[in-house]
T-cell receptor, first 112, second 116 residues
Framework: KNQVEQSPQSLIILEGKNCTLQ??????????LRWYKQDTGRGPVSLTI?????NTKSNGRYTATLDADTKQSSLHITASQLSDSASYIC???????????FGSGTKLNVKP | NAGVTQTPKFQVLKTGQSMTLQCAQD?????MSWYRQDPGMGLRLIHY???????DQGEVPNGYNVSRSTTEDFPLRLLSAAPSQTSVYFC???????????????FGNGTRLTVT
């Protein structure tokens, strides 16, 4: 069964600190992996999209990494801000199917 | 561009009632989809469409119908509401199809549905 697992489920950090969120997937054959940010009461917003040939991609203070061999990805947030408080969702697509596979998300709480 | 617009934002239904959740996008995207989001679970695909006149089922299609008569609109119909359909519903669209495409999925801000 194609699955996307994220860890941790929730995380609390102090403003200004860094953090790393994890995503492991079993979907195959892999096409691309995406990270989305979802603020409370809003729809998810795209942060990064990576194909199997890309190891890393940045979007401001957000840096995503991908290891297609081990089927793992991480999202690193640098110098966290209060506005980073949100859920972060890992999404994977496969080559022969017109669907997105969603992880259940990591809920990040940045405290002052 | 308004992006993806969903209406209504909130809705309360009684068991057995029917209703339509509206979704419209102004980005000329071919791919559109509906998801439900429940606490502790990832977004689950209800139905999707790869163009006007073409729809297909996702993971959890039972109790829902869709149609795609135009590129812009993709309404979701609840045929006979049940408490198990209490959820937040998101519509999303993309320029490219998931398989092999690298365009981001654009989401609306959701419809919060309660069925009593």
């Amino acid at each position: 069964k194609n699955q996307v697992e994220q860890s941790p489920q929730s995380l609390i950090i102090l403003e200004g600190k860094n953090c790393t969120l994890q995503c492991n997937y079993t979907v195959s054959p892999f096409s691309n992996l995406r990270w989305y940010k979802q603020d409370t009461g809003r729809g998810p917003v795209s942060l990064t999209i990576m194909t199997f040939s890309e190891n890393t991609k940045s979007n401001g203070r957000y840096t995503a990494t991908l290891d297609a061999d081990t089927k793992q990805s991480s999202l690193h947030i640098t110098a966290s801000q209060l506005s980073d408080s949100a859920s972060y969702i890992c999404v994977v697509t496969i080559l022969n199917f017109n669907k997105f596979y969603f992880g259940s998300g990591t809920k990040l709480n940045v405290k002052p | 561009n308004a992006g993806v617009t969903q209406t209504p934002k909130f809705q309360v239904l009684k068991t057995g009632q029917s209703m339509t959740l509206q979704c419209a996008q102004d980005m000329n995207h071919e791919y559109m989809s509906w998801y439900r989001q429940d606490p502790g679970m990832g977004l689950r695909l209800i139905h999707y469409s790869v163009g006007a006149g073409i729809t297909d089922q996702g993971e959890v299609p039972n109790g829902y119908n869709v149609s795609r008569s135009t590129t812009e609109d993709f309404p979701l119909r609840l045929l006979s509401a049940a408490p198990s359909q209490t959820s937040v519903y998101f519509c999303a669209s993309s320029y490219s199809f998931p398989q092999g495409g690298n365009s981001p999925l654009h989401f609306g801000n959701g419809t919060r549905l309660t069925v009593t």
